[in-house]
């Protein structure tokens, strides 16, 4: 009676309960898998972002550095030979 016992009891630890924790690991990995690669796809894309953010930075300080070196070109020269008005008191 009691090796059936004992032998029933087995037979549930082998066939019953050892597969479901199996199957109940096997789910929890993948799903840990999956969030990894959704935090990885998160990282590169927030990465991404960060890198065309500065680059437009740089383009529009750029651009600010162009307008002043263009406004210090047109600036006038004394040595032209333009003159101005003669200014009257």
Same mark, same amino acid.
């Given at each position: !009676?009691? *090796? ?8 549930? $630890?082998?066939?019953? $309960? ?7 690991? +096997? ?6 898998? !999956? ?29 600010? $550095?162009?307008? *002043?070196? %263009? ?8 040595? %032209?030979?333009?003159? +101005?008005?003669? $200014?009257?008191?």
């Amino acid at each position: !009676e009691e *090796i059936k016992m004992t032998s029933r009891r087995v037979n549930a $630890l082998e066939y019953v $309960l050892i597969p479901r924790i199996e199957a109940v690991i +096997d789910y929890v990995t993948m799903e840990m898998d !999956e969030q990894s690669r959704e935090e990885f796809f998160r990282v590169k894309k927030v990465v991404e972002k960060k890198k065309t953010k500065i680059e437009k930075e740089r383009l529009a300080e750029a651009a600010a $550095l162009q307008g *002043i070196a %263009d406004q210090a070109i047109d600036a006038p020269s004394m040595f %032209d030979d333009n003159k +101005d008005k003669d $200014l009257v008191f």
